[in-house]
């Protein structure tokens, strides 16, 4: 035999280790790996992390080869792999139909099973017995599986598997919004079994759909049906997911240590160098000990204080864990591989040491990685001390696979006999490199030869659609239908893609079919949603953030990103083409827009060099036939020519001028029905005091919530339908006036003659009436006293017409008049959805933001979890009850929201909760401000914007731009009352910059009144502000605010930076109505948390009233206006008993809570300055404080 190099002695060496540690353990049967000697149960990602050395090993042995063994062993270790990765394949896929049924429910009782008998492969515990719903177990297992089949390996050997894998990653695709037991199979900290929201499951996630797309699992000998197909817009919520969350790992857990496996090796899923350091130094800073890194802040697993009879904790027990958790080595391994990967060899020799140091010897000298590290008990009181200063002991198992195999890894790494690429064969480890920038194709299409001449006009040169050809031009939704048939096999039962949704990474592909190419114009220019999407403005500043977006987020594909988008008849205005649209191809064709480099082109130009998928799964398989096309996509696509919509408008046409005078009174009777049912409040006084019966607002109806409650419930339909006597009546009166038209909503005998009489009147007003907003009324009287199925007695085509179908009409023609008040109020009658509502409100609760519905105080509704379309729409119109109008705003704003999140995080820091209520009643206020006009004008108005303006409004309220509206409207009012003369009629809403100083002058006062408006409406609040609070907490037995109370023990059970205790403490500021006197009370804590911070007293106290604190800090404000003679003099600035109130018992300044006007609109700092008062107000009210001696009081 011939003498071995040093190298091949060395391999040897690893070899004998590996097969003693490792693959002695290794079942013959199933292929699967023991727990331990005494636990036969073979958990998922145990099992991948330890086949890890053992691939490692074999690719070593494949470069070394010097003799005939070596091959023999590098063919038996490379097996050795096959039949782990097939074992667990297989245990899978006797759990095909949970699978199937997972992808409707994402219940966690019908995911697949976290771990399998090692012996058989079968289930070892029932659904409910154990936390199986594990996202990142499954995604390290396809992550695994396509970095091995891209090493050569083959472990797919058939395309019923290939079917089976393609349907695994639909199970994970919708990770970013499926709470799971993560990781550590505990879910919420406590152990309760409440799955939640982890980062360590989405960022595997991502790096298993990213790894998966367009793998071919048959390696070098597949063909196009081996492929696996991921819509790159999944991996992409993934991703944008996992950065607004990291560093946290999830609601319950501030940090993570199992993190480590997400921005570095396996998953390298973070592409921001910034966030990933970030990251790793936050777990290095918080979690790493001498024995290795905690996995979580007060994680009670095996320490001396954990109670082992039962599996969860109480929450204040929580606290008895901090400083003691156990620690891993196994993260040690981790973060010598991320070293080995960075090419930092001194780190990874530092950690090397380290976990050397800590490592269990046997007699025979092999080393060995425990699972952990435990403070004993008899040292646990000198370890709270001073922690990490005591002896620890080993624990668990002894080697702990998953560490031990990821230790040889690191070893080889190191001693060079394997290269960080071939343990990377994907090349995932670059993510983060820079890259060139994206360069986004733009391809304009003309709907027809008139429109293209139009364009050319303006020396735009495009194509017609037909002219495209052989190139297919079809809109999102045929492509999200092909779709479906993706992954579908009747052997095993799996029924392909259920998610309809397709982004706009998919459709910026082109996509080949037999001798066919298609490309797909975006989903967001579909025009068969809703009326956002005939508003030109919005859809071009759609537009733009889209190609915004391609830029960010194009990664990791072939080509270049391609928009299609088709100019149709619908956005003509009058005739022509609308300047902004002309505009913006000038832009496009300029080659640059808002910062992204575009090129404008003709499709052919773009063939060679997009992104070109084939979408080779349309066939026939299973038959047998995979080049003939599946019958039933054969059929759709002939079928799918895009039909026209006709139109029911023809309805609503006026027969001829005849005697109208008879109408007149009934006409009367009509008028502002619809405006009858709006519910935005904006005046101040009133806020906070819905429940006071109803309230007569200047000469309008406002029904408070409360009262329809305590009016039987069909009086309540008559308050909202207006009276038939042309005079305005008293709402409580106006029950007797109401004659007895029955409101249910089907017919019934006791309808008298005279309502039908009057119902045939009506349809005669309704045919002559020119003006959309009078049909309006009628149709609204008609809907609220017959109901939407009321059969006209008018035909169409000999077809019965109903109330609905004119309302239908209304609607289309309000559309195209661009009548967006009148829009709004017949979508929301119709009940129409605003299209991804469900998506939007999605996008906003994975990103950590809650949100609420409705007007508050009295009518919140909070949602906190993804809920259906179709829950969520009802949700939404029982909050705002009958008002219509401003329910479908709420949609509205709800998918303007999203968009923002998706562009913009950076405006959401620091909010944790959206109440679109709030912000509705905010913006109506800005309107009635900046307009100058009352509450009721306000919210016309602001139910009147273009859903563009609608946008632009909310975007400069959420990021707190200075503005001022220099218009109203196009044409919507004819009414501009005489106060706003100097506004000019053009329509924009413009920063303050630019209106007249006269306006400037007014603003200046009542700026930091409206500031704190907005920030208390928005729920902004100070950096750090929550765990400041925390502080504060700790030193104190409760905070009151408003009659609730946080309690001290909140800190016992959760950590400062956690999600959990921020949204305790929102809650209860939620409250408080008014939201410049929530503002206020946020200023106060702050106020407190400095007292805490500078350890001015070491407890401060009891239970302390904040609310008693601003009032103080306002009577104080109030003596020293007295003093100075100040403005506050006039309303609230006298002697007690001589302050007046106004008629409602507010204070005359209109003051919120008590608290004067002037005091809210001083700016914080200064010495006339909120902090300053509050802070003289502690000083008074803390008995903690010193009361002699110096006292340094300066506010910095």
């Known amino acids: 035999m011939r003498s071995r190099s040093n190298s091949g002695v060395r391999l040897d060496y690893y070899q004998r280790v590996v097969h003693r540690i490792i693959m002695s353990n290794q079942h013959p049967v199933t292929g699967l790996f023991p727990a331990s000697s005494q636990n036969s149960h073979a958990w998922i990602r145990d099992n991948v992390y330890c086949i890890l050395a053992v691939w490692g090993l074999s690719m070593s042995y494949k470069k070394m080869a010097d003799q005939d063994e070596d091959r023999a062993k590098t063919y038996e270790l490379e097996q050795s792999c096959v039949k782990l990765m097939r074992g667990l394949l297989m245990a899978m896929m006797q759990q095909k139909d949970k699978v199937e049924r997972f992808k409707q429910t994402q219940n966690p009782l019908d995911s697949l099973h976290a771990k399998y008998a090692s012996t058989t492969g079968q289930i070892v515990v029932g659904d409910n017995e154990w936390g199986h719903l594990q996202i990142d177990a499954i995604s390290l297992y396809l992550l695994i599986l396509a970095q091995m089949t891209a090493s050569g390996l083959q472990i797919v050997f058939n395309l019923d598997e ?191 040491r380290q976990l050397e140091d800590i490592m269990v010897r046997t007699e025979d000298g092999l080393r060995l990685v425990p699972e952990l590290y435990a403070v004993p008990a008899e040292s646990v009181a000198a370890e709270y001390k001073e922690p990490g200063t005591q002896q620890r002991k080993a624990l668990g198992q002894c080697p702990f696979l998953w560490a031990q195999s990821l230790y ?95 982004g706009i990474l998919s459709t910026s592909k082109l996509y080949s079919l037999g001798d066919k190419i298609f490309a797909f114009t975006p989903q967001f220019t579909d025009m068969s949603h809703n009326y956002i999407a005939s508003d030109y403005e919005l859809m071009i500043d759609i537009c733009k953030s889209e190609i915004n977006f391609l830029k960010s987020s194009w990664q990791n594909m072939l080509g270049r990103p391609l928009v299609t988008i088709a100019c149709r008849r ?12 002309i505009t913006t191809m000038k832009k496009l064709k300029s080659g640059y827009i808002n910062g992204t480099r575009v090129t404008l082109g003709n499709l052919n130009d773009f063939l060679s060099t997009s992104c070109v998928t084939n979408l080779s799964f349309l066939g026939c398989h299973e038959d047998g036939l995979p080049d003939k096309l599946n019958p039933q996509v054969r059929q759709y696509l002939e079928d799918h020519l895009v039909k026209s919509l006709s139109s029911k408008s023809s309805l609503l046409l006026h027969s001829g001028g005849r005697n109208r005078s008879k109408h007149l009174k009934r006409r009367m009777s009509v008028r502002g029905a619809i405006k009858k049912t709006r519910s935005i409040n904006v005046d101040s006084e009133t806020l906070g005091m819905e429940g006071n019966a109803t309230i007569e607002r200047r000469g309008s109806m406002f029904i408070a919530s409360n009262w329809q409650d305590s009016v039987d419930h069909a009086s309540a339909e008559h308050a909202r339908s207006p009276s038939p006597e042309p005079q ?64 006209t007695g008018m035909l169409d085509f000999g077809k019965p017409v109903t109330v609905r179908d004119l309302l239908k009409g209304l609607y289309e023609k309000a559309c195209q008049q661009k009548m967006w008040g009148l829009v709004r109020h017949t979508a929301g009658m119709l009940g129409k959805r605003v299209e991804d509502l469900a998506k939007s409100v999605t996008d906003l609760l994975v990103r950590q933001k809650q949100i609420t519905v409705g007007m508050p105080p009295n009518n919140e509704h909070t949602i906190t979890a993804p809920l259906p379309e179709s829950e969520l729409r009802l949700l939404i119109h029982e909050a705002y009850g009958e008002d219509d109008s401003t329910a479908m705003l709420t949609q509205e704003l709800l998918v303007y929201l999203a968009m923002f999140i998706r562009t913009e995080p950076q405006l959401f820091l620091e909010m944790l909760r959206l109440r679109v209520g709030l912000i509705i009643q905010v913006m109506a206020t800005e309107l009635s401000r900046t307009l100058i006009c009352d509450g009721d004008e306000a919210s016309e108005h602001l139910l009147n914007l273009s859903p563009f303006e609608m946008k632009n409004l909310l975007h400069h309220i959420i990021s707190g731009k200075e503005f001022a509206i220099s218009s109203v409207g196009r044409g919507n009012f004819s009414v501009v009352s005489s106060k706003s003369n100097r506004i000019s009629k053009k329509s924009h809403i413009s920063l303050g910059a630019e209106s007249s100083d006269d306006l400037i002058e007014a603003d200046r006062q009542g700026q930091w009144l409206r500031r704190r408006r907005l920030d208390g409406a928005l729920n902004r609040v100070p950096r750090d502000f929550y765990p400041r609070v925390w502080s504060v907490l700790e030193k104190c037995q409760g905070i009151d605010i408003a009659g609730k109370v946080l309690p001290q023990s909140l800190t016992q059970e959760m950590t400062s930076g956690e999600l959990k205790f921020a949204l305790a403490v929102e809650t209860v500021l939620n409250t408080i109505p008014q939201p410049e006197y929530r503002q206020l009370i946020v200023e106060a804590l702050m106020v407190l948390t400095l007292v805490a911070e500078y350890n001015v007293a070491p407890s401060l106290g009891g239970v302390i009233q904040i609310e008693h604190l601003v009032h103080i800090a306002n009577e104080l404000f109030l003596d020293d206006q007295m003093k100075c003679d100040g403005d506050a003099t006039l309303c609230c600035g006298k002697p007690k008993e001589l302050r007046e109130t106004s008629k409602m018992g507010g204070l005359l300044c209109g003051g919120a809570a008590y608290i004067c006007q002037h005091f809210y609109d001083s700016a914080p700092s200064g010495c006339y300055g909120t902090m300053t008062y509050m802070s003289r107000a502690v000083a008074v009210t803390l008995d903690c404080l010193p009361k002699h001696g110096e006292l340094d009081c300066t506010i910095s």
């Not at 920038?437 to 020396?459: F, P, S, T």
Request: proline content about 5%; glycine content about 6%; some cysteine.
């Open 162 to 352: 290939v079917a089976f894998i393609q349907n695994l990653v639909f199970y994970i695709e919708c990770a970013y919004c499926t709470p799971d037991y993560g990781i550590w199979e505990r879910g919420d900290k406590t152990n309760h079994g409440l799955p939640e929201l982890n980062a360590s499951s989405i960022g595997m996630a991502k790096a298993a759909l990213e790894a998966m797309n367009e793998l071919d699992l048959f390696g070098a000998r597949g063909g196009p049906y081996s492929i696996i197909h991921v819509l790159a817009d999944e991996a992409q919520k993934c991703q944008a997911v996992l950065q607004s969350m990291l560093p946290r790992e999830s609601s319950s857990k501030e940090i993570d240590s199992g993190l480590l496996a997400v921005i570095s090796f396996p998953a390298f899923a973070v592409d921001d160098p910034g966030l990933l350091q970030y990251t790793r130094d936050q777990i290095i800073e918080k979690l790493q000990g001498r024995y290795g890194c905690k996995r979580f802040l007060r994680d009670g697993y095996k320490t001396p204080k954990e109670d082992p009879r039962r599996l969860y904790y109480e929450p204040w027990e929580l606290r008895m864990f901090q400083n003691i958790e156990c620690e891993w080595p196994l993260f040690f391994c981790n973060l010598i591989l991320d070293h080995c990967f960075r090419g930092n060899k001194s780190g990874a020799a530092e950690y090397t």
């Open 408 to 502: 040889i890894v690191g070893k080889l790494l190191q001693e060079g006999f394997l290269a960080p690429g071939e343990l990377d064969p994907l090349n995932r480890r670059l993510c983060s490199e820079k890259k060139p920038d994206v360069v986004v194709q733009v391809v304009i299409l003309a709907e027809d030869n008139e429109i293209r001449d139009k364009l050319a006009e303006h020396d735009i040169l495009v194509q017609t659609i037909t002219e495209v050809a052989p190139i297919e031009v079809q809109p999102a939704r045929v492509l999200s239908h092909l779709y479906t048939y993706l992954g579908r096999n009747k052997k095993l039962g799996l029924s392909g893609r259920k998610s309809r949704d397709v």
């Open 570 to 581: 619908v956005h003509l205005d009058e005739g022509k083409i609308p300047l902004a649209m």
């Open 728 to 791: 305005k009546t008293d709402p409580l009166t106006q029950k007797r006036t109401v004659p007895n038209i029955s409101v249910t909503r089907h017919k019934t005998n006791s309808e008298t003659q005279y309502a039908d009489t009057e119902v045939d009147e009506l349809f005669a007003m309704l045919r002559e009436s020119e003006s959309l907003d009078e049909q309006g009324d009628i149709l609204q009287y008609l809907v609220d006293s017959k109901g939407l199925d009321f059969h």
